[in-house]
């Protein structure tokens, strides 16, 4: 694994945007997972701000809340929307995520599935990670799903996702996502941690241990990956 230390979120922020843009320099019709929640927000801020070309670029988000209307404020749908496609020259065929209004949840799975295998697989998948370790809505478990499935959030997810909503009962019990194995047959995986909170996880992580109480650590399997953190995520280690 490459690790990539910054001075703080700004930094690694720009660090992560060069790192997206030299994927597509290299391969402009590259398909590029990509990921919600805080932390990869000001990448996108600075991909917006790039000039890069996404017009031959397919993306595939990680997750989604279910159920929730694509409308909905909270959902993944619309921070993406918010945060990057409606910034840069992505076309809209080239865009996938999840429905989280789909009737069959299962179904919707098998699909997403198939989408990410007729596109080629993922060249790039960019990940956040959770205070818990989970990786996309990976959440530490006995076991761990291969494929594109539906899940239930932990408590911890659960209370560290309820900022965003008006009350914690608001926030969804559930959420379709990428599976471990999905997320491993990328060829490249970035990894992206920022602040104290993610420094223990980040320590386990860089233990080389794989457990599934802690999904992020199978990371430690795959070939090409690159964690960029800042100093608060880091230090001590």
Excluded: W
């Excluded at 690694?12 to 590029?32: C, D, G, H, R, T």
């Excluded at 080239?94 to 069959?104: C, K, L, M, R």
């Amino acid at each position: 694994m490459r690790i990539i230390i910054c001075e703080n979120y700004e930094e690694m922020s720009e660090k992560a945007a060069e790192f997206v843009k030299s994927q597509i320099m290299l391969k402009p019709a590259s398909v590029i997972g990509l990921p919600t929640g805080s932390t990869p927000i000001g990448m996108y801020d600075k991909l917006s701000d790039l000039d890069i070309d996404f017009s031959e670029v397919t993306t595939f988000n990680l997750d989604e809340y279910y159920p929730i209307k694509k409308d909905n404020n909270q959902s993944y749908y619309y921070f993406m929307n918010k945060n990057l496609y409606s910034r840069v020259n992505l076309k809209k065929e080239n865009v996938f995520i999840p429905s989280g209004e789909a009737d069959d949840a299962q179904k919707e799975c098998e699909n997403y599935e198939k989408l990410i295998k007729e596109r080629g697989g993922l060249d790039l998948q960019v990940l956040g990670i959770g205070q818990n370790g989970h990786i996309g809505f990976n959440e530490p478990s006995d076991s761990l799903d291969a494929f594109t499935h539906i899940t239930s959030l932990t408590e911890n997810t659960i209370d560290a996702n309820s900022r965003f909503f008006e009350k914690r009962e608001d926030v969804p019990t559930k959420a379709l996502t990428m599976g471990i194995a999905t997320i491993m047959k990328a060829k490249k995986i970035l990894l992206l941690a920022s602040g104290n909170e993610k420094k223990a996880i980040v320590s386990a992580l860089l233990k080389n241990k794989i457990d599934t109480e802690i999904p992020a650590t199978v990371l430690s399997m795959h070939s090409d990956v690159t964690l960029i953190c800042d100093r608060a995520a880091y230090i001590g280690l």
